[in-house]
C-alpha cells in the first residue's frame, strides 16, 4: 500500500535523511524506530507529502504522492506529535471540521465522525469540549480526527507520549482494530515496548540511514553472542548444531534479550541532544 523509494532529503549540506526506503502492505504495522536526530520526523513528514523530498518516490497504491493538490493524500492520515485539535469547539464539531476539509458535508459528514468518535471511545464525550479531556482523551480524539476520511494509510508519530497506561491501552487496541479492518500503519516510538506488542517489523534509523530492519525476532537476533550468553547457549545447543544454525542464516540469540538491547547495541548508548 505504502511504498517510499531511496528517499533523500538534506538542509544545508546535512542529510536528515539519505536513501530510505520503506514498504507498508495492508494489514500492516511498521515501527519506525531510532535516537533523536536520526530522521524519523523528516521521514514522516515526505511519506505524508507535507516534505517533498530532493530525491526519491513516496506512493499510495501504486500513485505517486505529488504536491499540495495531489489527490492522493487523502488517502493518507497523520497524527502529529502535537496534538493538533480546536480546544473550544465539541469533539464532534473537531471532527465535522476535519471532515469538511475532505469534501464530506450532510449526513456522510456526521455518520464518519460518529464512527470516528466510537472507534478512539469518545461517543459519550461528542458533545464536550477538549479543553476538559485529559491528555490520553485528547490523544484518542487526534486519531480519530486522522480517520475520519477513511484513509489507506495511517502515520502516526509518537501518538502516546505523555498519556496513562489505560490510554495506551486503548489507544493500542485502537490501531490493533485498524490493522485487522486493512489499513496500513507507520508508527514512530521510542517505547521499545510498544513497538514489541505492535509492529509486524520494524526500521531502525540513525544518522538518516536504515541501519537494520526485520520483524523483533530477527532483530533480536542481530544481537552478537558473547561472554555470559555465548555459555548459556552453548550449554544448549553444540557447536556443530551453532554452526549449522547460522549456514542456514538462522540467528540464535540470548533468551531475555530485548529490543532496547538491540536499539542500544545499534545505535550507541550516549545521550543525544538533538535541536
Given at each position: 500500500?505504502?511504498?517510499?523509494?531511496?528517499?533523500?532529503?538534506?538542509?544545508?549540506?546535512?542529510?536528515?535523511?539519505?536513501?530510505?526506503?520503506?514498504?507498508?502492505?495492508?494489514?500492516?504495522?511498521?515501527?519506525?524506530?531510532?535516537?533523536?536526530?536520526?530522521?524519523?520526523?523528516?521521514?514522516?513528514?515526505?511519506?505524508?507529502?507535507?516534505?517533498?523530498?530532493?530525491?526519491?518516490?513516496?506512493?499510495?497504491?501504486?500513485?505517486?504522492?505529488?504536491?499540495?493538490?495531489?489527490?492522493?493524500?487523502?488517502?493518507?492520515?497523520?497524527?502529529?506529535?502535537?496534538v493538533s485539535l480546536f480546544e473550544d469547539l465539541a469533539a464532534q464539531a473537531n471532527l465535522e471540521l476535519f471532515g469538511a476539509l475532505y469534501g464530506f458535508d450532510?449526513?456522510?459528514?456526521r455518520e464518519r465522525a460518529a464512527q470516528a468518535l466510537a472507534l478512539v471511545g469518545l461517543t459519550e464525550h461528542a458533545r464536550s469540549k477538549p479543553a476538559t479531556?485529559?491528555?490520553?482523551?485528547?490523544?484518542?480524539?487526534?486519531?480519530?480526527?486522522?480517520?475520519?476520511?477513511?484513509?489507506?494509510?495511517?502515520?502516526?508519530?509518537?501518538?502516546?507520549?505523555?498519556?496513562?497506561?489505560?490510554?495506551?491501552?486503548?489507544?493500542?487496541?485502537?490501531?490493533e482494530a485498524l490493522k485487522t479492518g486493512g489499513k496500513a500503519l507507520v508508527y514512530t516510538t521510542h517505547y521499545m515496548e510498544e513497538a514489541e506488542r505492535l509492529?509486524?517489523?520494524?526500521?531502525?534509523?540513525?544518522?538518516?540511514?536504515?541501519?537494520?530492519?526485520?520483524?523483533?525476532?530477527?532483530?533480536?537476533?542481530?544481537?552478537?553472542?558473547?561472554?555470559?550468553?555465548?555459555?548459556?547457549?552453548?550449554?544448549?545447543?553444540?557447536?556443530?548444531?551453532?554452526?549449522?544454525?547460522?549456514?542456514?542464516?538462522?540467528?540464535?540469540?540470548?533468551?531475555?534479550?530485548?529490543?532496547?538491547?538491540?536499539?542500544?547495541?545499534?545505535?550507541?548508548?550516549?545521550?543525544?541532544?538533538?535541536?
Open positions: 500500500m505504502l511504498v517510499a523509494t531511496d528517499l533523500w532529503k538534506s538542509y544545508g549540506a546535512k542529510p536528515a535523511v539519505a536513501g530510505v526506503s520503506l514498504t507498508v502492505g495492508e494489514g500492516e504495522i511498521v515501527g519506525l524506530l531510532g535516537p533523536n536526530g536520526a530522521g524519523k520526523s523528516t521521514m514522516v513528514a515526505m511519506l505524508c507529502g507535507l516534505t517533498v523530498p530532493d530525491r526519491g518516490r513516496v506512493e499510495i497504491g501504486g500513485e505517486p504522492v505529488g504536491g499540495e493538490a495531489s489527490p492522493v493524500k487523502r488517502r493518507i492520515g497523520l497524527v502529529t506529535q502535537e450532510g449526513t456522510t459528514l479531556f485529559s491528555g490520553g482523551m485528547k490523544r484518542r480524539l487526534n486519531i480519530a480526527c486522522a480517520l475520519v476520511h477513511d484513509p489507506d494509510v495511517l502515520l502516526l508519530d509518537e501518538p502516546t507520549v505523555g498519556v496513562d497506561p489505560q490510554s495506551r491501552s486503548a489507544i493500542f487496541r485502537n490501531l509492529c509486524d517489523r520494524i526500521v531502525i534509523m540513525d544518522h538518516g540511514k536504515v541501519i537494520a530492519s526485520g520483524d523483533p525476532d530477527q532483530l533480536r537476533g542481530l544481537l552478537p553472542v558473547t561472554g555470559a550468553r555465548r555459555l548459556q547457549i552453548e550449554g544448549a545447543f553444540d557447536d556443530e548444531l551453532l554452526r549449522m544454525l547460522s549456514a542456514r542464516g538462522l540467528a540464535v540469540h540470548a533468551s531475555g534479550a530485548t529490543l532496547e538491547d538491540v536499539f542500544l547495541h545499534l545505535t550507541g548508548r550516549e545521550l543525544r541532544d538533538a535541536p
